[in-house]
């Protein structure tokens, strides 16, 4: 058993009721390598910003579980030798059965998520509150789901979304003791959110998917007034990117995701965690691309996973400072 405080980590409770009182979001990013981890620690080291790390099962299955916790390690001691010594947490995305929750908070994860919203509501309650009862025993904190979100990231997969039931959401936690919890009001995995046909067109002809419903949101903020809200799926699919890996070579045909304003809007009200991977693998994606285009010549990773993670970096030092409103929190 490795607890998550030896490792110089936090749990994320602090961290959401610092959130809702200050009405921002803490940014959940996904990595799987060093150049991710580099770039998220500096992004909000330099932000002054706390941060998530988050694991997938597909991360853990490539990197390993043993190096990325001791990754994780390392970023609690690369924050500090930066200059600023932010709360981090690391997180695992997408829990699908109790042995994997139970694997990541025995090896040092101080936060995991169980997603049973692919179960049957009642079957959902009892993993989830199983999960927790395991969890709190070593105050690690765990993230619910509730209604199910369409699309496709690492292992997650459904083909249609399914909205939150705001009349759910108050049994659902008083029964499982979860922590936070994800719901789906419109946000979707992956970078093909929603189909041309669903959009709109503004005057530049970019693609602008249907709004987020706000109004479950509100209700559910009604019904568990000061409760942390997590957005799975908030991946804002920023053209530049998708123009730039399409002009070197790329086909990501009809990538629509969702609207900057409309999860800064979200922040602002009861979500207190966005979780970002998307945007992130566009981002270095679109680097790299341009590397291999410019430079045909180049072998050498660092020269061009330089660039890739210089550029994610950048990315979401905005997104700190723009959309989650996290920046100067830490």
Same mark, same amino acid.
């Given at each position: 058993m490795?607890?998550?405080?030896?490792?110089?980590?936090? #749990?994320?409770?602090?961290?959401? /009721?610092?959130?809702?009182?200050?009405?921002?979001?803490i940014p959940a990013y996904n990595f799987n390598n060093m150049e991710q981890l580099q770039a998220i620690v500096q992004a909000c080291v330099e932000t002054k910003s706390p941060v998530i790390l988050q694991v997938s099962k597909g991360a853990r299955n490539y990197a390993n579980a043993t190096l990325l916790r001791n990754m994780a390690r390392g970023a609690v001691e690369y924050a500090k030798e930066l200059g600023h010594e932010i709360p981090i947490a690391l997180h695992l995305d997408h829990g699908s059965d109790f042995e994997i929750c139970k694997a990541c908070i025995d090896n040092g994860f101080s936060s995991?998520?169980?997603?049973?919203?692919?179960h049957s509501y009642d079957d959902n309650v009892a993993l989830t509150k199983k999960v927790v009862e395991y969890a709190h025993k070593f105050d690690v904190t765990v993230e619910g789901e509730l209604g199910v979100l369409a699309g496709i990231e690492d292992d997650v997969v459904a083909e249609k979304s399914t909205y939150t039931k705001p009349e759910e959401v108050e049994d659902f936690v008083s029964k499982t003791g979860?922590?936070?919890?994800?719901?789906?009001?419109?946000?979707?995995?992956?970078? #093909?959110?929603?189909k041309p046909e669903q959009c709109t067109k503004n005057e530049d002809g970019i693609l602008i998917?249907?709004?987020?419903?706000?109004?479950?949101? /509100?209700?559910?903020?009604?019904?568990?007034?000061?409760?942390?809200i997590v957005l799975h799926g908030a991946s804002s699919v920023p053209v530049e990117y998708v123009n730039t890996i399409n002009e070197y070579g790329g086909s990501l045909k009809d990538s629509v995701g969702i609207p900057e304003q409309q999860l800064r809007k979200a922040a602002g009200l009861a979500v207190c965690k966005i979780n970002i991977d998307s945007?992130?693998?566009?981002?270095?994606?679109?680097?790299?691309?341009?590397?291999?285009a410019d430079e045909p010549g180049e072998f050498d990773p660092r020269k061009y996973l330089g660039p890739a993670r210089d550029q994610l970096k950048e990315m979401y030092m905005r997104k700190n400072r723009d959309v989650l409103g996290s920046a100067d929190r830490g």
């Open positions: 490795i607890s998550y405080k030896d490792l110089g980590l936090v #749990n994320t409770k602090e961290m959401f /009721e610092g959130a809702v009182k200050g009405g921002y979001a995991v998520m169980i997603d049973g919203s692919h979860v922590d936070s919890l994800a719901i789906s009001i419109g946000t979707s995995h992956g970078a #093909n959110k929603f998917p249907p709004p987020l419903r706000f109004d479950i949101l /509100e209700e559910i903020e009604k019904r568990l007034p000061g409760f942390p945007d992130g693998r566009l981002a270095m994606t679109a680097a790299v691309r341009k590397v291999f």
